[in-house]
Nanobody, 114 residues
Framework: QVQLVESGGGLVQPGGSLRLSCAAS????????IGWFRQAPGKEREGVSS????????YYVDSVKGRFTMSRDNAKNAVILQMNNLKPEDTAVYYC???????WGQGTQVTVSS
């Protein structure tokens, strides 16, 4: 059974940085990928970035390209989302999930505000 636990969120000023972590246990070859998602108040959940677990290719939504970097920490069985030059519109609850999806975790709140 896959367990996903997100952490690393917080309050940061515009232009600041945060590093999110998704501790993933129970991943098997059944899962082809893993991604980061976010849901802002009153909006639909959207995909932010994704990683193909077979070839390591990473994809980003246009709004975060050049600012966010997704990586994998094999030693900790985690995927990382390094977020730089944060903007108020990045404010949301951030989640990770697999492809195909499993149950959603609690997420981690990111608030960008001065």
């Amino acid at each position: 059974q896959v367990q996903l636990v997100e952490s690393g969120g917080g309050l940061v000023q515009p232009g600041g940085s945060l590093r999110l972590s998704c501790a993933a246990s129970g991943l098997t070859s059944h899962f082809g990928g893993i991604g980061w998602f976010r849901q802002a108040p009153g909006k639909e959940r959207e995909g932010v970035s994704s990683m193909d677990l077979r070839d390591g290719k990473i994809y980003y939504v246009d709004s975060v390209k050049g600012r966010f970097t997704m990586s994998r920490d094999n030693a900790k069985n985690a995927v990382i989302l390094q977020m730089n030059n944060l903007k108020p519109e990045d404010t949301a609850v951030y989640y990770c999930n697999t492809f195909p999806p499993t149950s959603w975790g609690q997420g981690t709140q990111v608030t960008v505000s001065s």
